[in-house]
């Protein structure tokens, strides 16, 4: 069970829909992760999800380096979701997991 309910489609207001459709439109395709919580704050979810995108697909960084800073302040701050998702996306951009590994501990 979730700790927070799962929004259904019927559930959604018109700018929860707009959101939720914008994100699985996107890069993202899915509403894994903080996505079905953010649904419930509209306000919160569009700008949230808008930064998220483009620091993850839209950064300057190459792909390799934008993935070991996420990994990096998932450590920092223990953020376990963040390193469930992206340890096996920063081994596939270059960083081996030798190194993952020790940011992991």
């Known amino acids: 069970m979730a700790r ?50 483009f620091c993850r697909f839209s950064s300057s960084l190459p792909k390799r380096l934008s993935e070991l800073a996420i990994l990096v302040i998932a450590r920092y701050w223990s953020a376990q979701f963040e390193w469930y998702a992206h340890a096996p996306i920063a081994i596939s951009a270059g960083i081996s997991a030798t190194v993952v590994d020790a940011i992991q501990i």
């Open 4 to 53: 927070i309910p799962e929004l259904k489609p019927d559930q959604l207001n018109f700018s929860q829909l707009q959101i939720r459709d914008e994100i699985l439109a996107g890069p993202r395709g899915s509403l894994r992760g903080p996505f079905q919580a953010w649904l419930y704050s509209p306000g919160l979810a569009d700008p949230a999800q808008k930064l998220g995108e």
